[in-house]
Nanobody
Framework: QVQLVESGGGLVQPGGSLRLSCAAS????????MDWYRQAPGKQRELVAT???????NYADSVKGRFTISRDNTKNTVYLQMNSLKPEDTAVYYC??????????????WGRGTQVTVSS
């Protein structure tokens, strides 16, 4: 089994910054894409940012220029640096990963989420 555990959420004022982390652990053989999604109250879950195993990145238009996704393959960890935060960034942020386990089965996994609240 594979687990994804997010950390780093919290309450921040508009214009502030937060850094989210997501560590993958368990029976991992390799990890392909790692992503951050978010879900605000009453809204559908949306893709925020993606990073491939080779380091290529892609962002939602709403966060381009403000958020940066990165990963440390030696630690099976993905990060999301969030700057210039806005109230509309308030949401539960979820980590998602495409993983091949030790048994060579390929499956996607979700973390449980971490709350980010942007408010004065």
């Amino acid at each position: 089994q594979v687990q994804l555990v997010e950390s780093g959420g919290g309450l921040v004022q508009p214009g502030g910054s937060l850094r989210l982390s997501c560590a993958a652990s368990g029976s991992i053989f390799s990890i392909y894409d790692m992503d951050w999604y978010r879900q605000a109250p009453g809204k559908q879950r949306e893709l925020v940012a993606t990073i491939t195993s080779g380091g290529s990145t892609n962002y939602a238009d709403s966060v381009k220029g403000r958020f940066t996704i990165s990963r440390d393959n030696t630690k099976n960890t993905v990060y999301l640096q969030m700057n210039s935060l806005k109230p509309e960034d308030t949401a539960v942020y979820y980590c998602h990963a495409d993983v091949t386990n030790i048994g060579r089965a390929r499956t996607t996994y979700w973390g449980r989420g971490t709350q980010v609240t942007v408010s004065s």
